[in-house]
């Protein structure tokens, strides 16, 4: 099986790309795992979890509470790692939470790290590549940004928990975004219940 590509930048919402990783993990799925230095701000920032100075790709993995057997981490400024070619086979990627700085670097072709590579790699072998911003507001630039990038094929999918299912706690709103995202991937999950629709009483031929 041929990898996905996992990245987690520096905006609020690192939770969101912890608990993506741990269900690939669960999955057995191999995943390609990058970082960003501001990420690793965040992720103590949010969960506590202290990831400085740490370049042991495992023990950062056990740290975010994910099983690091199937994954391979790389340095996000390591531009000799496989996932910088596009001949290096992969299933596709995603980045989640997504930064609107990496967002705008990667509409721009800008390849300033290994995450931006890695997308630029996606894009122009015509692979999967899906961005889960988290902003508000969103700006001109931020919404033009997104449209370009939707335009070349990518996926967009915006940080934004659903609560028609019934959803209460924190990590059942995480998991429908984390589902969302895996359902673009085409893999297959369990996290949110699916909508069925509703049987309304006024509809002729039902009681």
């Known amino acids: 099986m041929k990898p996905y590509i996992v990245a987690?930048?520096?905006?609020?919402?690192?939770?969101?790309?912890?608990?993506?990783?741990?269900?690939?993990?669960?999955?057995?799925?191999?995943?390609?795992?990058?970082?960003?230095?501001?990420?690793?701000?965040?992720?103590?920032?949010?969960?506590?979890?202290?990831?400085?100075?740490?370049?042991?790709g495992r023990e950062i993995c056990e740290r975010l509470g994910s099983d690091a057997t199937t994954i391979h981490f790389h340095d996000f400024k390591d531009f000799s790692a496989p996932i910088a070619s596009g001949s290096y086979p992969t299933e596709g990627m995603v980045v989640v939470p997504?930064?609107?700085?990496?967002?705008?670097?990667?509409?721009?072709?800008?390849?300033?790290?290994?995450?931006?590579?890695?997308?630029?790699?996606?894009?122009?072998?015509?692979?999967?590549?899906?961005?889960?911003?988290?902003?508000?507001?969103?700006?001109?630039?931020?919404?033009?940004n997104m449209l370009k990038l939707a335009r070349l094929g990518v996926r967009i999918v915006p940080a934004m928990p659903a609560f028609y299912s019934g959803q209460k706690e924190i990590r059942e709103l995480v998991d429908f975004v984390v589902g969302k995202i895996l359902d673009q991937l085409g893999i297959l999950h369990a996290l949110y219940p699916r909508w069925v629709g509703s049987v309304s009483k006024d509809v002729p031929g039902h009681a």
């Open 8 to 56: 987690i930048t520096g905006a609020s919402g690192i939770l969101y790309g912890v608990r993506l990783l741990q269900t690939l993990a669960a999955q057995k799925i191999p995943v390609e795992f990058v970082i960003s230095d501001t990420a690793r701000i965040v992720a103590k920032e949010e969960l506590g979890i202290d990831l400085s100075g740490i370049r042991n």
């Open 98 to 144: 997504c930064s609107m700085g990496t967002l705008g670097a990667i509409s721009s072709g800008l390849s300033q790290n290994l995450i931006h590579r890695a997308a630029d790699c996606m894009i122009k072998e015509g692979r999967k590549l899906v961005l889960v911003p988290r902003e508000t507001p969103l700006s001109a630039i931020h919404l033009e």
